[in-house]
């Protein structure tokens, strides 16, 4: 038997520093609980109860270089 079960809340806003240049914060915490019990592929038995809690965050900044181009870069974390 496997359950895997999780909860979680985002939240993301963008801040106008210039009509041109925007930056964007957000974060994600998570909570999952995994269990799972079977056979490896070679007949192995295994069981398995974890739980996870983790806080993830993002960073970003655009910049209108023209009317139609926008420069951006991002840096977030995340898990699976």
Do not use: C, H
Request: charged share 25%; proline share 1%.
């Amino acid at each position: 038997r496997n359950r895997l079960q999780g909860v979680a809340a985002f939240g993301q806003a963008t801040f106008d520093f210039t009509e041109r240049v925007r930056l964007t914060i957000g974060g994600r915490v998570s909570q999952d609980e995994r269990e799972g019990a079977g056979a490896t592929a070679f007949g192995q038995p295994y069981t398995s109860d974890e739980s996870y809690d983790r806080v993830d965050w993002k960073l970003g900044l655009e910049f209108d270089a023209r009317a139609q181009s926008m420069l951006y870069a991002t840096v977030q974390t995340a898990y699976q």
